[in-house]
């Protein structure tokens, strides 16, 4: 069974970076899918923030792009988020996720139970 | 403003049959896969329906989906309480912003 668990400060100051780590167990990440970062502000709708496949290679939302990192290590079997300069706008719950297939285009099957994430000074 | 158009609530008695829609656009909907996702109070959204009409295993057939042109539909019969949930339909953009999007979801109550 697949499972996923977030990890990262819950408070961030704003302009400062959140980062958050995703830890996979059950599956290799590098035996392949594409993992991926979605966040949801309080009370509002869901957000692709961007996915990473096994390789590295990443695509971004290119609402966020310049302000987002995705990495993967596989010795750690785990995968990262950072998010540069963050407002109050960014206060949201952010879950990790595995796309169902080999390609990016594919859903998201398995979750992480979330984080929330609050921008405040 | 998601690119994703989805009806804010639906409700519906207990037994009886509701639907979702999602309306989007040639560049989504109208050339690629829709799923949809059931996020209960407090929870990670959950796949249930991939592949515009295919259900992951442990789904029950009370949940189905379909997709005409650019609209998909939810369905889902012999509502039980424990449905009231909030549910999502998402897609890739394949525009030149090439991306995963979501509707804006749908609360579902169960009268």
């Known amino acids: 069974q697949v499972q996923l668990q977030e990890s990262g400060p819950g408070l961030v100051k704003p302009s400062e970076t959140l980062s958050l780590t995703c830890a996979v167990s059950?599956?290799?990440?590098?035996?392949?899918?594409?993992w991926g970062w979605i966040r949801q502000p309080p009370g509002k709708g869901l957000e692709w923030i961007g996915s990473?496949?096994?390789?590295?290679?990443?695509y971004y939302n290119p609402s966020l792009k310049s302000r987002v990192t995705i990495s993967v290590d596989t010795s750690k079997n785990q995968f990262s988020l950072k998010l540069s300069s963050v407002t109050a706008a960014d206060t949201a719950v952010y879950y990790c996720?595995?796309?169902?297939?080999?390609?990016?285009?594919?859903?998201?099957?398995?979750w992480g139970q979330g984080t929330l994430v609050t921008v405040s000074s | 403003q998601s690119v994703l158009t989805q009806p804010p609530s639906v409700s519906a008695a207990p037994g009886q049959k509701v639907t979702i829609s999602c309306s989007g656009s040639?560049?989504?909907?109208?050339?690629?896969?829709v799923s949809w996702y059931q996020q209960l109070p407090g929870t990670a959204p959950k796949l249930l329906i991939y592949?515009?009409?295919k259900r992951p295993s442990g789904i029950p057939d009370r949940f189905s989906g379909s997709k005409s042109g650019t609209s998909a539909t939810l369905g889902i019969t012999g509502l039980q309480t424990g449905d009231e949930a909030d549910y999502y339909c998402?897609?890739?953009?394949?525009?030149?912003?090439?991306?995963?999007?979501f509707g804006g979801g749908t609360k579902l109550t169960v009268l």
């Open positions: 990473i496949y096994h390789s590295g290679s990443t």
């Open positions: 996720a595995r796309h169902l297939r080999r390609w990016l285009q594919s859903p998201f099957d398995y």
């Open positions: 040639s560049s989504n909907i109208g050339n690629n896969y």
């Open positions: 998402g897609t890739w953009d394949s525009s030149l912003s090439a991306v995963v999007v």
């Open positions: 592949d515009n009409n």
């Open positions: 059950g599956y290799s990440i590098s035996s392949g899918y594409y």
